[in-house]
């Protein structure tokens, strides 16, 4: 199971959360900072996972990360996730969005939290894998975001 | 009331904030107007409302005020307020605030609207953070969902399934109809998520996993497809075909074999083929090989596939790829235990692991050569670990020296050899060792009776050099003060002796004493080492101004140490020597889970209750002995000790056997004592009537609460008369 994910840029400004598990406000904020603390350190030749910080806890979990330019997209999985499986996923989750997004940058995902928050529901659902096919992602989420266009409506 | 700012607006205003102060101002300002628009009820800025609410949530700041209006988005008819609703009570609620039951009655709606994607949201909603009650109420409609035609809302039931079953396993059965044909669906999608939910029920039910098992072939069939298919565009990933729902099928596989020998046999050729026909140059095949390596070594596989398993491991090993050489690692980890042998063949490989430059590797690796350590390659295993020991992070060395010391334990090929390792890492790693390494170190030393001289030479040469390491110190310090007469007669076999004057040594312990490096507990193993030398060495004088002057130390425990070796001297000299003399060789005891006889003694105290004492001892062969017919007391309120033992004084207990079985016999003699009749001795004679030797005896006394201050009860354990009594 998923247990959260965390996209946050080099000075951990966090640019979207998930938790997947119930953590009281200010222990989701420390949970980020320690995240980024960890994930900050590593080198750019290391591997991608790490044995999950003391708050999130257990030892069970894993954090499995990707750094992409400025972000960081942090998986934190339990041992009934496989590894590599994640870190595929988090590539069709980025490629995913470079097709909603025409071009991705971390620009987007600051004005658009609402929309990557919908994109990212179509993959993951309750902590675990929903749809790993970026063509019917991404046109599902066409399909919702055609509708609230279709309403007559105040654009958020 | 101007229109409430735009989304885009407000974080276009947060990222102009300069401070911190800054950003808090803004955010409290616009936290008030939208409080204000939320008093007013204003029904078409809601949904902009609530975006900007989450948007200040995600930066930290308190949103609790928004979850009604979430409530109330959920409740509208526009699918833009339903889709940020939803998205809000999944952000801001969660079954520990009273208000989420409400949203109820609007998902069950919203399950059953026309809209597949507002049905979507609804079971998005539920499947993330339904609470017991919310799934109890809704399970049936999603069961429902689960046998649809429709796709995109079939996947959906089924993870919202399976959270309903982790909140309320006792609905798992209300889901088994829907399952039926499941496997038969041709999207991708819907096959990935009945996956996942069938392992779930697996997992939790073993009744559901044998009824599953038939659906094995069902699963290698459609494995089979997927390898075999060739192109097929919309599943591709990098040439293979759906790698996730690959890994998924591979993964229930392995809890479906596990343990059965059909389904395995079942299952043993299309492992085969994935093993071998996957290609491995980019991450999704290694994926799939990894999870297939997985199960093979999990299920009851043919001894050829082992093999192969472990060598796509071993292959793992020496890719470049970091991930791999983890991921390869941490399977090894979790199959040395059974193909130990196996897993030996590339222990090389595993040690140059350990010079890897990433940190999660090197852990890894480091777990793995202490699970590989065995007689015959230890001591080239040691060298490597010593190595790492030394270059290693912080964090590592006290794990790292743990291991070492346990491993040396075990298998150590010579007492030398031990001590040598022992002393390397405590010079290397002195300040990171655990604890409790000292006095095992200290009793380590004292059973190896020939190395004494040696040891305490090194040691002294090792205190020379550094005494900031404070374990190394204290075994030092110790072993000076027992040996520090075969230190100055330069009698060391081993090793070129030293010469060295006993002012030396002197000097090195008094610098201990002032040193600012030294802890209080180091200065207290200094000084009692500096009092021991007193009966070993001649230079008295000096060893009692050393010890009056800390009778006036500030630190207590060195200031009671001293006044006590003070009055030693002055008043007791005579008791001198046979206090201070050589420890005896102190046994270990070792908790092995046969051969520990355990003697209950409990008859003399009438007034205990018998099962509390077993209940301590937890019953390993435990022999009760039967209560004698001492009349009981009452217990009266002070003076219940002095009740017991009035009462032995009263009766005289004959002598009984309490224990006579394989040659094992005990027995107990009561006698009041002389000097004091209101002492009671009880003695145990314990005797070996068969041949062979009896190992790991352990004695262990059971004291009742009411008894256990030392006035009480003395035990004097008589090693020799056992030993030699045959």
């Known amino acids: ?156 | 009331m101007p229109a409430p700012i735009r989304l885009r607006e407000l974080i276009r205003t947060i990222r102009t904030a300069r401070t911190q102060a800054e950003e808090r101002e803004m955010i409290q300002k616009e936290c008030a107007a939208i409080r204000s628009s939320f008093r007013e009820e204003d029904n078409t800025y809601r949904c902009r409302n609530v975006a900007k609410l989450l948007y200040m949530h995600m930066l930290g700041y308190p949103a609790h005020f928004g979850q009604l209006e979430c409530l109330k988005l959920i409740a509208s008819q526009k699918f833009t307020d339903k889709r940020i609703g939803y998205l809000g009570a999944m952000l801001l609620l969660d079954e520990r605030q009273d208000v989420h039951l409400l949203m109820t009655n609007c998902i069950k709606n919203d399950l059953n609207h026309s809209t597949q994607y507002v049905q979507g949201l609804a079971l998005c909603t539920l499947g993330c953070m339904g609470s017991s009650e919310m799934c109890r109420d809704l399970a049936g409609e999603v069961e429902k969902l689960l046998k649809t035609s429709n796709s995109y809302l079939r996947k959906k039931a089924a993870l919202c399934a399976v959270h309903v079953i982790r909140k309320v396993p006792e609905l798992m059965e209300m889901f088994l109809p829907a399952t039926k044909n499941l496997l038969s669906e041709k999207n991708h999608g819907v096959l990935h998520t009945s996956v996942v939910l069938l392992t779930e029920m697996c997992e939790r039910s073993p009744d559901m996993l044998s009824h599953f098992r038939k659906l094995v072939p069902q699963l290698v069939r459609i494995l089979k497809n997927l390898i075999m298919s060739g192109y097929s565009p919309e599943h591709d990933v990098s040439g293979i075909s759906d790698p996730f729902l690959q890994v998924r099928i591979l993964r229930l596989l392995r809890i479906l074999g596990k343990g059965d020998d059909d389904s395995s046999e079942a299952m043993n050729d299309i492992l085969a083929q994935v093993a071998t026909n996957t290609e491995t140059s980019k991450n999704v095949g290694n994926a799939i090989l990894y999870e297939t390596v997985l199960t093979i070594m999990d299920i009851k596989s043919e001894s050829g596939l082992r093999v192969l398993a472990i060598n796509i491991l071993g292959r793992f090993l020496l890719n470049n790829d970091k991930n791999i050489r983890y991921v390869a690692l941490t399977s090894l980890l979790k199959t040395v235990q059974t193909d130990h042998n196996a897993v030996q063949r590339h222990r090389s490989t595993i040690v140059d692991c350990l010079k890897d430059l990433d940190v999660s590797i090197k852990r890894r690796a480091m777990e793995l050569s202490f699970a590989l350590v065995n007689g015959n390659n230890i001591r080239g295993m040691m060298k490597e670990l010593l190595y790492f020991l030394d270059s290693c992070d912080p964090d590592f060395k006290a794990d790292c020296a743990s291991g070492i010391f346990l491993a040396a334990e075990k298998y150590a090929p010579s007492k030398r050899w031990h001590i040598d390792t022992i002393m390397r890492v405590l010079t290397t790693a002195g300040s990171y060792v655990r604890d409790d390494s000292v006095p095992n170190l200290i009793q380590l030393i004292t059973n190896s009776v020939e190395m004494h001289a040696y040891t305490v030479q090194r040691l002294y040469k090792a205190l020379l050099d550094d005494i900031s390491q404070q374990p190394l110190v204290q075994v030092a310090s110790w072993c000076i003060g027992e040996y520090g007469d075969l230190l100055v007669s330069g009698q060391c076999e081993e090793e070129e002796p030293i010469q060295v004057s006993e002012d030396e040594v002197l000097d090195v312990l008094e610098g201990l004493l002032v040193s600012n490096l030294s802890t209080p507990v180091t200065r207290g193993y200094s000084l009692t080492a500096i009092m021991k030398l007193s009966t070993r060495f001649s230079s008295l004088n000096r060893i009692k101004k050393v010890v009056s002057i800390y009778g006036s130390s500030i630190d207590v425990e060195l200031q009671q140490r001293a006044v006590e070796y003070n009055a030693l001297f002055k008043k007791y000299d005579h008791m001198r020597p046979a206090l201070l003399e050589r420890m005896p060789i102190m046994e270990k005891t070792i908790f092995s889970g046969d051969g520990i006889f355990t003697v209950c003694l409990w008859s003399v105290f009438p007034v205990l209750q018998a099962n509390d004492l077993l209940d301590l001892l937890g019953g390993n062969d435990v022999v009760p002995i039967i209560q004698t017919t001492v009349p009981t007391k009452p217990a009266s309120a002070g003076g219940e000790l002095l009740d017991l033992l009035g009462d032995l004084s009263l009766t005289v207990i004959p002598p009984m056997t309490a224990y006579n079985k394989n040659g094992l016999i005990i027995e107990f003699t009561f006698e009041r004592s002389n000097p004091n009749p209101n002492i009671a001795v009880i003695t145990i004679h314990a005797t070996n009537s068969t041949e062979a030797d009896m190992t790991e005896f352990v004695f262990q006394a059971a004291v009742p609460k009411v008894c256990s201050f030392p006035s009480c009860i003395l035990i004097n354990l008589l090693f020799m008369s056992w030993c030699i009594g045959t």
């Open chain 1, 1 to 156: 199971m998923i247990k959260a994910i965390l996209i946050f840029n080099n000075h951990g400004k966090p640019r979207l959360i998930r938790f997947y598990q119930y953590f009281a406000e200010d222990m989701q904020q420390q949970i980020i900072r320690e995240t980024f603390h960890l994930v900050s350190k590593r080198d750019d030749n290391v591997c991608n996972f790490l044995e999950g910080g003391s708050l999130i806890g257990g030892s069970d979990y894993k954090l499995i990360y990707r750094h992409y330019a400025t972000l960081y997209f942090v998986f934190c999985v339990d041992s009934s996730e496989s590894e590599l499986g994640i870190l595929d996923l988090i590539q069709v989750f980025v490629e995913t969005l470079d097709k909603c997004f025409e071009n991705v940058c971390e620009l987007d995902l600051i004005f658009h939290m609402d929309k990557v928050h919908y994109i990212l529901q179509e993959v993951v659902m309750g902590g675990m894998v929903l749809e790993t096919n970026m063509n019917e992602i991404v046109a599902q989420v066409e399909l919702q975001n055609r509708m609230e266009k279709s309403e007559v409506n105040q654009v958020i």
